[in-house]
């Protein structure tokens, strides 16, 4: 979808993390792993992890207020969450965070895309936008993976960490930087296998008798999400690049979902685009899942590797399977 007259401004960026955070070396006290093992394989050297007393929404609240308080406003239109961790399996989550936002009886809905879901929940956030439904959407990306590991997986224990971060979109013209370019996204249900969490849907509901069967834990195929995930983001990438008129070569920052260092650069070579232009945030978060994208585009501006002016490509992957990407030019928008 290409929108000509009334484009999607990115206007505002927010994040939160939980204050703790879980070092290699401190899963390594627990599993049967090594920080050597998760640095080289992953690229991760720790993982923030939220206090039992804290859900998605809570999380979903504070990187919500700070995007709106980046913005410089104290209100949205609509409220577009991307989560794979909801508060409760009904209703959904966004309503509440709206609530709490003290946002109105506004449009409040989820978006369950997994890893993907943030670009999903911004392309949904452009056509209300686009179709005049809104003239702000606070978009958000919140998960609380800690809640579905299995404490015994190393393979997913190493990977996965909690957090939120959310950007404002507003109503404006197809020049102003920050308009959202070209997007695409994609998805192959075939796929559903390789990441999933098995018991407590309509599929497999869990039943407290057959409970010794049930598998509530999230499970993935790490192997063949790897070389689907790069594959994918790179294919998606160089289309919104050409879509957007620009050369692969001449993209400045290539902000991807932070899956795995490895993964990241591997996006990176098939594009040949030098690796420095891919920043990194994995290793000090790990992967946040429907907080990746946002999170990690905060803490490249902060570090001043991704600035006014870059032409920016985001793009993800994630269980469904599902994966895109969108082009924007980056605005001046400081993350709060
Ligand atoms: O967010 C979107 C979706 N997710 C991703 O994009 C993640 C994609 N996948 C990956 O990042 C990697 O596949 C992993 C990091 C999950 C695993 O790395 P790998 O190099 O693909 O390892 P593997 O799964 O092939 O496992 C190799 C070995 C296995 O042992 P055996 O069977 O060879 O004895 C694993 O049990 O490494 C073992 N292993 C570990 N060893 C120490 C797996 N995790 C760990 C660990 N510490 N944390």
Redesign the pocket.
Known sequence: MTVKTRASILAGLGTWLPDRFVTNDE?GRE????DE??RS??GIGRRHVADPGTATSDMAVEAGARALKSAGQDRADAVVLATTTPDRICPATAPLVAARLGLGPVPAFDVSA??TGFLYALVTARGLIATATADSVLVIGSDTYSRILDPRD???????GDGAGAVLLRAGGPEEPGALGPAVLASDGNGEEL?SVRTGGSREPFRAESAADADPYFR?N??A??RN?VERMAQSSRQVAEEAGWTVDSIDRLIA?Q??L??LYGVADQLKLGRDRCPVHLDRVG?T?AA?LPLALADAVTGRRLRPGHRTVLT????GLTWGAAALVWPDVQPA
């Open positions: 899963l599993l049967d792993t090594s093992w998760i394989r992953t997994v890893c190393r393979s997913t224990r190493a990977i996965f990441i993935m790490g192997k999400v790897f995930a979902h899956a795995n490895r993964i992967n899942a990746s993800a992957f994630g269980g």
